[in-house]
């Protein structure tokens, strides 16, 4: 029997440690417990907010509806010649699933590692990192549709990613609930290394033959060295979103900041926001109980008594001056839950 109860923290349930909590809350340890609880009209009508790691949120307030904790667990994997279709549930630890994919040798997730949160969430997201996105390796996700009460499958091309997007978020928000995801990965490994400090690092080590383990350790500390931890330090990883800008207007930018850190991207170039961040005077700032990160100012951080308010007005401090500076509008990466 599903269980909901009323008036619960959300405390340890979001990595900024924020002190908000839930009208009511239920956890999900099954895909038909969904079913169960959506056979109740009151919580197909009622707000609700799908929770898995919480390290991707920004509570403003006490959340006055439902809130669905997803731990559905579990993970196999099939292998066909060199491709390796690997199956988690939502309710993993993403980390839990990259290290069990780099132990058994199933290469395309080490530039993945240490990224906070869930399985269940990463589709939504389209997290990445490193050179490597979630599309990368995606290969379906099965769902469950709110309001009809049954399963769908959804393909890479159906979920329609974009940077630090997917359908989830746009045109079907709200309406499904992921319930696990499945991975296409290859025994033979075609490392991205060109990114960020990766392959200077492995020189360091004096590694020149890489394997899918060292990748993944050496992504570990790269991020370990600029991240806070979360049990340590509310925070919840990187809070903007790289820009994209066009190509019209990178010209304009380079030629006034000629160390303007950037990308190749599909459609302009990729700013760095860290970069513009930090040139604006951000990076290890402490505004009250809030602040930016010592050692990376895309990180916005709780030193112990911010209200998720407090660290909303920061970062729009953030984005007024770095768009003052450089005329470039920064977006935020977490979800605002207001």
């Known amino acids: 029997m599903l269980q909901i109860e009323e008036n619960v923290s959300l405390k340890n349930f979001n990595s900024f440690g924020l002190a908000v909590s839930a009208r009511y809350f239920t956890e999900i340890n099954h895909p038909e417990d969904l079913t169960e609880l959506f056979s109740d009209p009151k919580w ?145 490994a075609k490392f991205v290394l060109h990114y960020g400090a990766i392959e200077q690092e492995l020189q360091n080590n004096g590694i020149s033959h890489p394997s899918l383990k060292d990748v993944s350790q050496t992504v570990s500390r790269i991020r370990v060295s600029k991240l806070p931890d979360p049990s340590t330090i509310g925070n919840a990883g990187s809070f903007f979103k790289n820009p994209v800008v066009s190509a019209s207007d990178f010209d304009k930018l380079i030629a006034q900041y000629p160390a303007v850190v950037n990308f190749p991207a599909p459609n302009g170039i990729k700013l760095a926001a860290g970069w513009l961040i930090e040139q604006c005077g951000w990076k290890g ?32 401090q953030i984005i007024d001056t770095v768009y003052t500076k450089f005329g470039v509008l920064l977006e935020r990466e977490v979800n605002i839950i207001d």
């Open 285 to 316: 700032k402490t505004v009250g109980e809030t602040g930016t990160w010592k050692n990376q100012a895309l990180v916005l951080v709780n030193h112990g008594g911010a209200t998720g308010q407090d660290i909303y007005a920061l970062s729009s």
């Open 44 to 188: 197909v009508e009622a707000e609700r907010l799908i929770l898995g790691g919480g390290s991707n949120m920004l509570f403003l307030k006490d959340f006055d509806g439902l809130v669905v904790k997803m731990n559905i667990r579990g993970i196999e994997h099939r292998i066909n010649h060199d491709d390796v279709i690997v199956e988690a549930g939502a309710g993993e630890v993403w980390n839990d699933l990259v290290n069990y994919c780099v132990n058994h040798e199933f290469a395309g997730m080490e530039n993945l590692s240490l990224i906070p949160g869930s399985v269940g969430a990463s589709p939504i997201q389209n997290i990445g990192a490193y050179g490597v996105e979630l599309k990368d390796v995606f290969y379906s996700c099965t769902a469950f549709h709110i309001s009809t009460k049954t399963f769908k499958t959804f393909t890479k091309e159906e979920c329609e990613f974009g940077y630090r997007e997917s359908i989830f978020k746009s045109h079907f928000k709200g309406q499904y609930i992921i319930t696990s995801v499945k991975f296409i990965l290859h025994k033979q």
